[in-house]
């Protein structure tokens, strides 16, 4: 991986002073009205407390954001010609996505930073493990959507097509139960979505499952949830983009 273009594709990416906002200051200020000013923030909640809850879920919703955005980017700029002109220069393809994937975490490491700083200081509260591994899962996980960005820049080949892949976030953050609590026949069918099995793994140390109509996710499912996912986009975009070369 080379230290000089990494260093120089994220001065780009932090010039673009929109986008971070979107990316990073917008889950936290979300946090702020919904987690940290509402009356029940310092109820009880499995390891920790409501406002912690509310901060797992805006620290989320920020890093698939981020990694969406940046897996969208890198296909839309090879498709472009851009993959091309690196052709030209040492740099491998394997180098290429190393650098991407270094990238895309680190961006993603922006919204969950400032998410869980500013709960902690306005009243998220859990045990030492609950703050590190939700943390860990926020990142880690948030990986999945860097190839969700990948399958919709290599299927439409078009920027505004990424940034309405990033648009969807919010449809799939709702039925993933980051942004207000589901029950019923709407809660059945989030239980099928992309984003449902990440949010439920990044509270998991908090909540151990628990949903707030008193039901319980079994670990399992929501592992399953995000692996199947992972599956159909890395086929789908692998599918995009052998379909893309045939048509070269």
């Known amino acids: ?70 897996g969208g980017t890198s296909a839309v700029e090879r498709q472009q010609g851009w993959g091309r002109q690196l052709g030209l220069t040492p740099l491998a393809d394997s180098s290429y996505i190393a650098m991407k994937a270094v990238i895309a975490m680190t961006v993603a490491a922006v919204p969950i930073l400032l998410t869980f700083t500013l709960g902690a200081l306005t009243g998220a509260r859990g045990s030492a493990w609950t703050w590190v591994l939700s943390a860990v899962l926020c990142l880690v996980c948030s990986a999945v959507f860097a190839v969700y960005g990948l399958l919709v820049g290599t299927a439409f080949r078009s920027e505004a097509a990424v940034g309405a892949a990033s648009g969807t976030m919010v449809i799939f953050a709702f039925l993933g139960n980051l942004f207000i609590p589901l029950s019923g026949p709407l809660l059945t069918i989030a239980k099928f979505t992309p984003l449902y099995g990440y949010a439920g793994l990044a509270r998991y140390p908090l909540s151990e499952g628990y949903l707030s109509d008193g039901s319980q996710d079994p670990l399992w499912l929501l592992v399953l949830n995000v692996v199947v996912w992972l599956l159909l986009f890395g086929s789908a975009a692998v599918y995009f983009v052998r379909r893309g070369r045939e048509r070269q």
């Open 1 to 70: 991986m080379n230290a000089t273009f990494t260093l120089l594709e994220m001065r780009l990416i932090t010039r673009d002073w929109g986008g971070m906002f979107f990316t990073a200051v917008l889950p936290a200020f979300f946090y702020l009205i919904f987690g940290s000013t509402v009356e029940s923030r310092g109820q009880s909640i499995g390891n920790g407390n409501v406002a912690m809850y509310v901060m797992i879920s805006m620290a989320a919703y920020g890093a698939v954001t981020a990694t969406t955005s940046i």
